[in-house]
Every structure is written in structure tokens, then in C-alpha cells.
């Protein structure tokens, strides 16, 4: 399988690519700003079969459609597509300023939804696209202060999510939005100081390559929170 898979470079998503990357059949291409983290990733790879792909999703659609013709050239199709590149910012909401709201909507949505759309030609039925949300993206959950950006960006994640599955129904393509809580990342711990996790990127990343692979078998156009503990 042909796996995409964004914010691979620290955290939740470099686990899961590590995972996927387990089966030799799978070639993994590894989106993330930080190409030192990313060739690290890549050199570790058992099967040798993650590919190192630097690029700032923020930096504009030109960027993403020579991601496109690469991935059109090198492997042809995508089978799994994996948004999860995420960026918090943890302050009183009338402290936000306009680069932190612009910054949030970017990472948080507008990269998802144009890659997304870049990669929709290159992808057959039985593909599937799988948004990383947040439980603070969950509608009717607990809600805590100073994420009230981060929240609302994954809740558009979330809507996304179900308008794409019913849009690209007919051509096979599915799409679900998996919310995880409480997970021991860099990003926890900037949301929740002093907190600790009852789960590890390790299991979350166990849980979400399994979704990705197994997961559109079941389900399309879900919300499904994935949580012990919120925080």
C-alpha cells in the first residue's frame, strides 16, 4: 500500500509511520517541516521503505501539487491518506493574535483539506483518508481554557470529514476523523503542564495503523473518539 501520512517527524505520527512501516509491502511517504527528524525516520526503517518527504503544508498549493506529481510519478496511486499534522497554542483566547488564529486554521484544517484535494485524483475505491481530530474537536465533550483554537480547528476537521464521505461516496473513497485524548506527546504536555497520560504514541499509533489499513471496512464518515482520559 501507498500510505501519506502528515506531522511524521515527532510524536504520534512518527510512531504510526514506524508501525505501518512494519508490513515490506507498505511504502510510507513522511510529511513534516523538519528534515533532519524525517531522514532519521526514514534510516531507521527496518524494510527501508519510509520515504522522507520535508515540506511546510502551510507553504502554499504550488508546494503541494509538485507533492502530487511525485507521488503520481513514484507511486502511482494512494491508497491510505493520514492528516495528522497538528499545532497548539495554549493562551486565554482574548490573548490570541492574528498569527496564532492564521497558523491554527492552517495546520489544523486548511493543510488537510488542500492536500486532500490534491490527492483525491490519485486515489481508487477502497482508499481512505483518515483525520487526525482531538477530543477537544468532539462535539459534546469537555472543553478546558486556552484551547479553544486548537478545538474549534479540529472540530472543522471533524465536519470535513463527514461532507467528503458523502461527496466521494459513489467513487468508493472513505474518510473518518479519529479524536484521541489523552496521549503523552510534546503536545500534551504544552496543552496539560505537569499532567501525565494514561497512553502512550506507541499504543495510539498501534490503534490508528490498524484503523487506517482495516478500519474503512467497517466505517465511513464517523467521528470516533479514541480516549481513556480527557486529560
Do not use: W
Not at 486515489?123 to 469537555?142: D, P, R, T, W
Not at 471533524?158 to 485524548?181: D, H, K, Q, V
Amino acid at each position: 500500500m501507498n500510505i501519506v501520512i502528515t506531522g511524521a517527524s515527532s510524536g504520534i505520527g512518527r510512531e504510526v509511520a514506524i508501525r505501518l512501516s512494519e508490513e515490506p509491502g507498505n511504502r510510507i511517504y513522511a510529511i513534516a517541516r523538519t528534515k533532519t527528524a524525517l531522514e532519521s525516520l526514514s534510516a531507521g526503517a527496518r524494510n527501508k521503505n519510509i520515504v522522507a518527504m520535508p515540506l511546510d503544508m502551510t507553504s502554499g498549493r504550488s508546494s503541494l501539487r509538485e507533492l502530487k506529481k511525485r507521488l503520481s510519478e513514484e507511486a502511482g496511486k494512494v491508497d491510505i491518506l493520514i492528516n495528522n499534522a497538528g499545532h497548539l497554542v495554549n493562551k486565554p483566547f482574548e490573548d490570541h493574535d492574528e498569527e496564532d488564529i492564521e497558523s491554527s486554521v492552517a495546520v489544523n484544517f486548511t493543510s488537510a483539506a488542500m492536500l486532500t484535494a490534491e490527492l483525491l485524483p490519485l486515489m481508487e475505491k477502497g482508499a481512505h483518508v483518515v483525520n487526525i481530530g482531538s477530543m477537544g474537536g468532539f462535539q459534546g465533550s469537555l472543553k478546558f481554557p486556552g484551547l479553544a483554537l486548537y478545538s474549534a480547528t479540529k472540530g472543522a476537521l471533524a465536519i470535513l470529514t463527514e461532507c467528503l464521505a458523502t461527496e466521494y461516496a459513489e467513487r468508493g473513497i472513505s474518510f473518518n476523523c479519529l479524536c484521541p485524548g489523552a496521549v503523552q506527546t510534546e503536545m500534551f504536555s504544552k496543552a496539560f503542564p505537569g499532567f501525565s497520560a494514561p497512553v502512550s504514541p506507541e499504543e495510539m499509533a498501534r490503534f490508528i495503523a490498524d484503523f487506517a489499513v482495516n478500519g474503512n471496512k467497517f466505517f465511513n464518515g464517523k467521528i470516533l473518539p479514541v480516549a481513556l482520559s480527557v486529560p
